[in-house]
T-cell receptor, first 111, second 113 residues
Framework: KNEVEQSPQNLTAQEGEFITINCSYS?????LHWLQQHPGGGIVSLFM???GKKKHGRLIATINIQEKHSSLHITASHPRDSAVYIC?????????????FGTGTRLTIIP | DGGITQSPKYLFRKEGQNVTLSCEQN?????MYWYRQDPGQGLRLIYY???????QKGDIAEGYSVSREKKESFPLTVTSAQKNPTAFYLC????????????FGDGTRLSIL
């Protein structure tokens, strides 16, 4: 079993829909990261969080440490949100160099 | 603008050849990382460096080598000992520590001829 699991693997939605991507992990962490990988391959860091909730524009990330679960929400989705969204965790005691990555969720927003 | 530059974007290698992937950052970050991405798998850490003239092996270092002679540069050499080098390679950097986000380059896609 992977230490970081994401669901769903693929998600297709209509423009304007509310999107939720889930991430569960099985190890102790010091922080959880949400990343966005564009079709060309470049990766952008969206959020880093260790508790509660963060919001940036139409994106919201939440984490529940007790349940070892995080969600990434996109409100009013747009075709430009189409990308692969990757969850990663900084494992406790290892520092940032020991990021463990999920396999990603491929999101496609249809106009 | 500050950022991470990887070059080239596409690279082809003949069997038995070594190739070097370039990674340069002007973010004044102390730590730099190399990852490998294969279809259907999460990114895996090849090597990382927390400071100039020092680097550590990651989870899949066999067949790879690195150097860190300058703060802004962290080149990765894929040697002929790497039996399955075809993959997408990503370089990243950060200020270091568990609470610092990593900044990624646009990647280099390596293929074997």
């Amino acid at each position: 079993k992977n230490e970081v699991e994401q669901s769903p693997q693929n998600l297709t939605a209509q423009e304007g829909e509310f999107i939720t991507i889930n991430c569960s992990y099985s190890v102790g962490i010091s922080a959880l990261h949400w990343l966005q990988q564009h079709p060309g391959g470049g990766i952008v860091s969206l959020f880093m969080l260790s508790s509660g909730k963060k919001k940036h524009g139409r994106l919201i990330a939440t984490i529940n440490i007790q349940e070892k679960h995080s969600s990434l929400h996109i409100t009013a989705s747009h075709p430009r949100d189409s990308a692969v969204y990757i969850c990663a965790v900084s494992r406790r005691g290892f520092g940032n160099e020991k990021l463990t990555f999920g396999t990603g969720t491929r999101l496609t927003i249809i106009p | 603008d500050g950022g991470i530059t990887q070059s080239p974007k596409y690279l082809f290698r003949k069997e038995g050849q070594n190739v070097t992937l370039s990674c340069e950052q002007n973010l004044n970050h102390d730590a730099m990382y190399w990852y490998r991405q294969d279809p259907g798998q999460g990114l895996r850490l090849i090597y990382y460096s927390q400071i100039v003239n020092d680097f550590q092996k990651g989870d899949i270092a066999e067949g790879y080598s690195v150097s860190r002679e300058k703060k802004e540069s962290f080149p990765l050499t894929v040697t002929s000992a790497q039996k399955n080098p075809t993959a997408f390679y990503l370089c990243a950097s950060s200020y270091g520590g568990a609470r610092q986000p990593q900044h990624f380059g646009d990647g280099t896609r390596l293929s074997i001829l």
